[in-house]
T-cell receptor, first 114, second 110 residues
Framework: DGGITQSPKYLFRKEGQNVTLSCEQNLNHDAMYWYRQDPGQGLRLIYYSQIVNDFQKGDIAEGYSVSREKKESFPLTVTSAQKNPTAFYLC?????????????FGPGTRLTVL | GQQVMQIPQYQHVQEGEDFTTYCNSSTTLSNIQWYKQRPGGHPVFLIQLVKSGEVKKQKRLTFQFGEAKKNSSLHITATQTTDVGTYFCAASFGNEKLTFGTGTRLTIIP
């Protein structure tokens, strides 16, 4: 059964702690993306990767870090430097890195920092 | 940065009424995609528009791309309860990234 998985669905952390969100896909897609969704603001791009071992900053990369060591995996670390980390985080993938490719989204992780 | 304005932010309609959401840019777009996010769910791709003046239909949904490729619309005819959700446009300005609009949340009054 192909798709994108994100875990966990809900995550709670104390302020000042780093936290890593998981994203795995078995669609054999080259490109992967991380978005942040806040009420009334749509989806904002944090980081994206068009190929293994390469990634680029999106529009709101400050306070976040990523790695792309495997094609299937694109974990996102929310660091303590992120000033307002509570949000809904969505991972997506596409066949290639072109904007003409349809993006497939995972179910998301809702992060709450207390 | 480059932005896509989407209006309205919310729309409440009686079941059976029509619904339209609009996306506007001050810059020419290379392509635009539309996604639907059900309450509590994740965005799902609906369609992509690439050509100037393009019109595509999916059952009760009609998607249009403006002649100048600076605006797009999604129109739903005779809404049903299954149409509930937030509709996003996602546009490209000629690079590899998609810029999402803020979305239009559609609620249906039975």
């Amino acid at each position: 059964d192909g798709g994108i998985t994100q875990s966990p669905k809900y995550l709670f952390r104390k302020e000042g702690q780093n936290v890593t969100l998981s994203c795995e896909q078995n669609l054999n897609h080259d490109a992967m993306y991380w978005y942040r969704q806040d009420p009334g603001q749509g989806l904002r791009l944090i980081y994206y990767s068009q190929i293994v071992n390469d990634f680029q900053k999106g529009d709101i990369a400050e306070g976040y870090s990523v790695s792309r060591e495997k094609k299937e995996s694109f974990p996102l670390t929310v660091t303590s430097a992120q000033k307002n980390p509570t949000a809904f985080y969505l991972c997506a993938s596409s066949v290639g890195g072109s904007s003409y490719n349809e993006q497939f989204f995972g179910p998301g992780t809702r992060l709450t920092v207390l | 940065g480059q932005q896509v304005m989407q209006i309205p932010q919310y729309q409440h309609v009686q079941e059976g009424e029509d619904f339209t959401t609009y996306c506007n840019s001050s810059t020419t777009l290379s392509n635009i995609q539309w996604y639907k996010q059900r309450p509590g769910g994740h965005p799902v791709f609906l369609i992509q528009l690439v050509k100037s003046g393009e019109v595509k239909k999916q059952k009760r949904l009609t998607f249009q791309f403006g002649e100048a490729k600076k605006n797009s619309s999604l129109h739903i005819t005779a809404t049903q309860t299954t149409d509930v959700g937030t509709y996003f446009c996602a546009a490209s300005f000629g690079n590899e990234k998609l810029t999402f609009g803020t979305g239009t949340r559609l609620t249906i009054i039975p």
